[in-house]
Nanobody
Framework: QLQLVESGGGLVQPGGSLRLSCVAS????????IGWFRQAPGKEREGVSC????????NYIGSVKGRFTISRDNAKNTVYLEMNNLKPDDTGVYYC????????????????WGRGTQVTVSS
């Protein structure tokens, strides 16, 4: 069974940090580009970042560039999203998903995603 499982979300104050993890099972993650998208209440889902198969290339949407860092460990079938200087607008459920386009991480053409992990940024 192909599966992605996210973890690491939580409640954090503005300016704080979180590190999300996503573990893939049932397939070899290295086969795919993988990214993160998020969905805030009442809003459409928004692609946030995408990383290449090898991890050599990554890209971000403008609102998170310089604050978020995506990385992957193919030996562990795991992808990460390090989020720093979090803002209330970053609140939402965060999902990892495959595949994605490194050149255009906002494009939504995912075939598989997990159940998500909630990130809440509030004082």
């Amino acid at each position: 069974q192909l599966q992605l499982v996210e973890s690491g979300g939580g409640l954090v104050q503005p300016g704080g940090s979180l590190r999300l993890s996503c573990v893939a099972s049932g397939f070899t993650l290295e086969t795919y580009t993988i990214g993160w998208f998020r969905q805030a209440p009442g809003k459409e889902r928004e692609g946030v970042s995408c990383i290449s198969n090898s991890g050599a290339s990554a890209n971000y949407i403008g609102s998170v560039k310089g604050r978020f860092t995506i990385s992957r460990d193919n030996a562990k079938n795991t992808v990460y999203l390090e989020m720093n200087n979090l803002k209330p607008d970053d609140t939402g459920v965060y999902y990892c998903a495959v595949p994605c386009r490194v050149a255009a991480p906002w494009i939504d053409e995912y075939d598989l995603w997990g159940r998500g992990t909630q990130v809440t940024v509030s004082s």
